[in-house]
Structures are given as C-alpha cells and as structure tokens.
C-alpha cells in the first residue's frame, strides 16, 4: 500500500499576520484559505499532513539580524487560522527541511511514495524541501495555489524551471 503526505512549510505568524515584516507581501486571507482546503482534501484521502517551522535559535544577532521566526516567540508559532490536523510537526533551521535529523528520520521511516509540498516560499523553504524530497527518492508535486513567492517572476520562473528540472511536478 502507497504511503502520501502534505508537507505543510513555514504557515507561521511572522510570515502571515497583520504586523509582518513588509517583505512578507503574501496574501494571507487567500493563501490560507488554500492551503485549508489543501489540508482538509488530502486529509480526507488518507494522507498524512505533515507542519514544518522555520525556528531560528532566540539569541541576540538573531532577533536583531534576521527579526522573524526566533524560537519561543509568538511571530514563529503556526498561524493562528492555519487548519492543524495533525502532531506531525517539525522544526527547522535552513530551508530544506530534510537538514532536521527529527524530520528526517521521521520521514525516511514512513515509506512515504508520494508527497505534495505547499506553503512559504516557493523561492525559498518550499522549493529547497521539494528538491530534498526528490533526492529523498520520492515523487514530488509543488501544489501551486497554495504556495507563496514574494519574489519578482523572473527569478520565481528560473525557480520553476530549476525545480522541475530537478523532478518536482506542479500541480
């Protein structure tokens, strides 16, 4: 029997509230809204949804460098109207999620054959989770209306070009 996963990536507060930084230029209202439907869909089909965190260690050049998703603050805790499913929850500190020994080590245990990725940025957590996903010897979709990009099209289009060279689908 095939085992299938939501990779649900970087739905937090500092990247979707009403005071995020003004790089953050996602629409909240939208996207969420998506990735709900997304969450609750797959569910429904017997897949599992799994939650990844960005968590940057709560120090000091962290909160005055980076200023978002520092651990142990409200800013990096999911998004309030995210759908939470599920305690498959994870935390990571670089944009590939596979660089987390726990969700490593939890996926590779799994079986998992299939898995659609969706969440915050396809530029950035999303797209570097995907390719993890693909190296991880699974098939990879990129569900498009429920991920992010905060970044000008061309470099989102060299991004799309890069990912599906690399075996990830959009869908």
Known sequence: MSKKAL???DMQNDYLWEQRKPMFSYDTAELVGNVNKAIHSYK???WDIIYISQIFPN???NRWIIGFSIANTEGAKLY???DVVSDLCF???LPNAFTAKKFREFFNSQG?????VCGLDECGCVGATALGTVKAGVRTYLLKSC???????????KQH???TKNGVEYI
């Open 80 to 82: 309030g109207g995210l």
């Open 161 to 163: 070009e890069k990912l």
């Open 91 to 93: 935390d990571k500190n």
């Open 112 to 116: 998992y054959d299939e898995v659609v």
């Open 59 to 61: 120090i000091i050049t």
């Open 44 to 46: 429904d089909k017997g």
């Open 147 to 157: 991920t992010g990009c905060r970044y000008k099209a061309e470099k989102q289009a």
């Open 7 to 9: 990779i649900v990536v």
